[in-house]
């Protein structure tokens, strides 16, 4: 027998449900059993875990280097590498990529440093690149890319205030209802300070569109400050900011992570911007405002290791460089599935793996 992560689709709600069950050999994945313990904390079950896409090939391209995921709108999954490339990922009899699709910038080059996904009603892809940093939509065949305005202190030096072409636009999400995307700088912009418990700064971006409008009509609207956790591990670096996810009820799901030389942490937060000021006209931050409340739902280095296998050193053999995120359920009015993927980097000390995680939300004002 084998052991497996399936994925598969939810019936009148269009959405996916995670479905899991548990074999015996071969250890490429595995998955919840009801005698097993996978509390990550109070908030946070991690399901299971696959490494099936691992050090794979799909029409001659290498299935790795994953950085985001988004639901698609037949229900599959699309999963971004960094290297220009978009995978369907096909969950049904097996995790296999089923499709792949160039992405090209404006003079038909694969130079983009892709990072974040989001896919619009209309099968509109959203994706962002670190090297300027931009966001790109892309035809549902990947052509036709047209850029969205980019306020100018987000841009990499000299141009703007971005020290790092790799420490730019990591995270994507749409809100609820689609008039809102935010995305999330995982670094600093030179000149930002600390806050008061001396955490980095960085800042989350929104864009706006009214009902009916187009992903082209997306204007540049409010900015926000956001304090990143210290590196338990790296006294010289903070944890950056990975990826981003809008809850139902309009909150994001953060994802924090770092590296040193003894492995990854890798941390998961409900953030509320609902009493956070707007940081467009703060030239560096503190100032006055207001930061993004946040709340620790798990630092995933506590969950249990389900026995997986690691290639480098781990404080916990299951993490690895986690940099995608994406909502795939909706169980119950307080509860989510998650999907994460991590990002090996082409590095053969490192694994492509997805994890399934069951995350229950605290009330809004908790």
């Known amino acids: 027998?084998?052991?497996?992560?399936?994925?598969?689709?939810?019936?009148?709600?269009?959405?996916?449900?995670?479905?899991?069950?548990?074999?015996?050999?071969?250890?490429?994945?595995?998955?919840?059993?009801?005698?097993?313990?996978?509390?990550?904390?109070?908030?946070?079950?991690?399901?299971?875990?696959?490494?099936?896409?691992?050090?794979?090939?799909?029409q001659k391209r290498y299935v790795g280097n994953l950085s985001g995921l988004a639901v698609d709108t037949d229900g599959?999954?699309?999963?971004?590498?960094?290297?220009?490339?978009?995978?369907?990922?096909?969950?049904?009899?097996?995790?296999?990529?089923?499709?792949?699709?160039?992405?090209r910038d404006e003079q038909g080059y694969p130079s983009l440093d892709s990072e974040a996904l989001v896919i619009d009603s209309d099968k509109t892809r959203l994706v962002t690149s670190e090297i300027e940093p931009s966001i790109r939509l892309y035809d549902e065949s990947g052509r036709n890319p047209v850029k969205l305005a980019m306020p100018k202190r987000l841009l990499v030096k000299p141009a703007g205030r971005a020290p790092d072409r790799n420490l730019t636009l990591e995270g994507l999400t749409l809100q609820p209802g689609g008039h809102t995307l935010i995305a999330s700088m995982e670094g600093p912009l030179e000149g930002d300070g600390k806050d008061t418990a001396g955490h980095t700064l960085v800042r989350l971006q929104s864009w706006h569109r009214e009902q009916g409008q187009a992903a082209k009509d997306f204007k540049i609207s409010k900015q926000y400050g956001y304090a990143v956790d210290k590196n338990p591990d790296n006294a010289n670096k903070d944890l950056?900011?990975?990826?981003?996810?809008?809850?139902?009820?309009?909150?994001?799901?953060?994802?924090?992570?770092?590296?040193?030389?003894?492995?990854?942490?890798?941390?998961?937060?409900?953030?509320?911007?609902?009493?956070?000021?707007?940081?467009?006209?703060?030239?560096?931050?503190?100032?006055?405002?207001?930061?993004?409340?946040?709340?620790?739902?798990?630092?995933?280095?506590?969950?249990?290791?389900?026995g997986a296998p690691a290639k480098q050193p781990q404080h916990n053999k299951l993490l690895d460089n986690i940099e995608g995120m994406t909502i795939i359920g909706h169980p119950s009015a307080d509860e989510l599935?998650?999907?994460?993927?991590?990002?090996?980097?082409?590095?053969?000390?490192q694994i492509t793996r997805l994890y399934a995680l069951t995350v229950r939300l605290p009330s809004s004002g908790s």
């Open 76 to 103: 599959s999954i699309a999963a971004l590498s960094d290297r220009s490339l978009l995978f369907r990922l096909d969950m049904e009899p097996e995790l296999k990529p089923g499709a792949v699709t160039d992405l």
């Open 337 to 349: 599935t998650l999907l994460l993927v991590s990002d090996d980097n082409a590095n053969v000390n």
């Open 1 to 58: 027998m084998r052991r497996h992560l399936r994925i598969a689709l939810a019936t009148a709600t269009a959405a996916l449900a995670l479905c899991s069950s548990l074999g015996v050999a071969g250890g490429s994945a595995v998955a919840r059993d009801q005698n097993d313990e996978h509390k990550c904390s109070d908030n946070v079950d991690v399901d299971a875990f696959s490494d099936d896409l691992d050090a794979t090939l799909f």
């Open 240 to 306: 950056g900011i990975s990826e981003i996810a809008a809850t139902p009820d309009g909150r994001l799901l953060v994802l924090e992570r770092g590296h040193s030389p003894s492995g990854n942490t890798v941390r998961l937060y409900l953030a509320d911007l609902s009493q956070a000021s707007d940081v467009t006209d703060v030239e560096k931050l503190p100032g006055a405002a207001h930061l993004v409340r946040k709340t620790l739902l798990a630092d995933l280095l506590k969950c249990p290791d389900l």
